[in-house]
């Protein structure tokens, strides 16, 4: 009900009104995009390569993840099927990159608006050149599930190489350029409107899901799934919103004829702080041998994946336990740095109470963080290997649309939005106050 009224009171603002409305005009582009089809893709070939009836393995492999994400813009062979994937992986590279590189580190902390900007550049052409990489690979699967129209062209598989290829680039970039025209002049994240938007259109699939189960006689499992999925939403909106807080106390200063401080705040640390990020890194490791053994079907290797690591498994499930726990620390280590926020508080004449300052405040939140990430990391691993345990205790559904995956992104973006929303309202409501 609160996000209702929130929506309501935007839609009263005029200039709200019209971020909304471009929001959803981007999404609407998107969507029209996700379902043109490229040239020479035979997309009924391609549907069936990816749905297994060719005897393909897809749904346990990164492509299948990756279809997921794109909301089945990658097994139609549609303009948009590489969606904002090339986005997210150059985003992540970079800022892996500002860490390893002192001049990116510097650039990024020291460069100001102008920095900003270059990093964005360097961005957007990691992003062109990733997209060029997975652009060709998904020619080579094409080629290899002969999903290709075939023409008698007598040697132009050169050009329609280059125009599949040319055709995904291109659309990888469109999606690129409205993710960041939503940031500008929309509501919300760009990337995370567009993987929102991706993943709900999956919702047929759901509703689709549920129609068959009551045609074939297992109609209890409609509220089992109904109570699952409201579940896992209620407990996501718990987590996301939970955080720890720590006291601090500021000491009163005088600067000239003003006295500063002298008052208690604290330091929120969330929970859930790297949200969905651990899960796709995750997804991206433990799908690769699946990936790599399609290429190789008859081989031994393949044997092994489909016998020991496949999505039903104990050893594919405990191993994305693990790596999604291992994955939320990594993530923090090069989101949270605790010397600077304790030297920030010092300098600001803070302190924790009963801490001293400097290394032992940094000491302390330090300790804090992990205990609380501890907790945030064993919720991201339920939720992410919830789906495999529930197809394991009841066969035939694996390929329901209710990954933990999906529900977090979309319940961590509906928030994430909302909030800005209501940010924003606060903003004009304060100006209107101060008139």
């Not at 609407?28 to 005897?55: E, K």
């Not at 920095?115 to 957007?124: E, F």
Request: hydrophobic share 50%; glycine share 10%; aromatic share 10%.
């Amino acid at each position: 009900m609160g996000i209702l009224e929130t929506l309501k009171n935007a839609w009263k603002a005029q200039d709200l009104r019209k971020k909304i409305l471009y929001t959803l005009f981007i999404i609407l582009v998107f969507r029209i995009g996700s379902n043109i089809p490229v040239p020479f893709i035979n997309a009924d070939t391609l549907a069936a390569f990816f749905n297994g009836s060719t005897g393909s393995n897809v749904g346990e492999t990164l492509l299948g993840y990756l279809n997921m994400l794109s909301g089945s813009a990658l097994s139609s062979g549609t303009v948009f099927a590489l969606t904002i994937q090339p986005y997210i992986n150059a985003s992540i590279i970079i800022q892996l990159l500002t860490i390893a590189i002192p001049a990116l580190e510097r650039l990024q902390r020291d460069g100001g608006e102008e920095g900003r900007k270059k990093i964005s550049q360097i961005t957007r052409w990691v992003t062109v050149a990733i997209g060029i990489l997975q652009g060709l690979g998904f020619y080579m699967i094409l080629k290899n599930a002969n999903a290709l129209k075939t023409y008698d062209n007598g040697g132009y598989d050169f050009l329609v190489a280059f125009t599949v290829v040319a055709v995904l680039v291109a659309g990888s970039c469109l999606v690129m350029w409205l993710g960041e025209s939503v940031n500008e002049n929309g509501i919300g994240n760009g990337i995370s409107i567009i993987l929102f938007a991706s993943i709900v259109s999956r919702g047929i699939d759901f509703v689709m899901y549920l129609g068959v189960e009551i045609v074939s006689g297992r109609w209890y499992m409609v509220p089992i799934v109904l109570v699952l999925a409201v579940a896992m939403v209620v407990a996501i909106v718990f987590m996301d919103t939970a955080e720890r807080r720590v006291p601090i106390q500021y000491a009163k200063r005088q600067v000239g004829r003003r006295v500063y401080g002298g008052q208690n705040t604290h330091l929120p640390i969330k929970v859930c702080m790297a949200g969905v990020m651990p899960i796709i890194f995750t997804f991206a490791i433990v799908n690769l041998p699946a990936t790599i053994a399609a290429f190789f079907p008859n081989s031994g290797f393949a044997s092994g994946v489909k016998n020991y690591f496949s999505q039903t498994t104990p050893l594919y499930m405990i191993v994305t336990f693990l790596l999604i726990i291992a994955f939320n620390y990594f993530y923090l280590s090069i989101q949270y740095n605790t010397v600077e926020i304790a030297n920030n508080i010092k300098s600001n004449g803070g302190t924790i109470p009963g801490i001293r300052p400097g290394k032992p405040t940094s000491d302390f939140i330090h300790k804090t963080v992990n205990r609380v990430t501890l907790s945030g990391a064993l919720f991201l691993g339920v939720i992410a290997v919830l789906p495999y345990i529930f197809g394991v205790i009841f066969p035939g559904s694996s390929n329901l649309a209710l990954g933990g995956t999906s529900v977090m992104i979309l319940v961590s973006v509906a928030l994430e939005t909302v909030k800005q929303l209501e940010s924003q309202m606060i903003m004009r409501n304060y100006k209107g106050f101060l008139e």
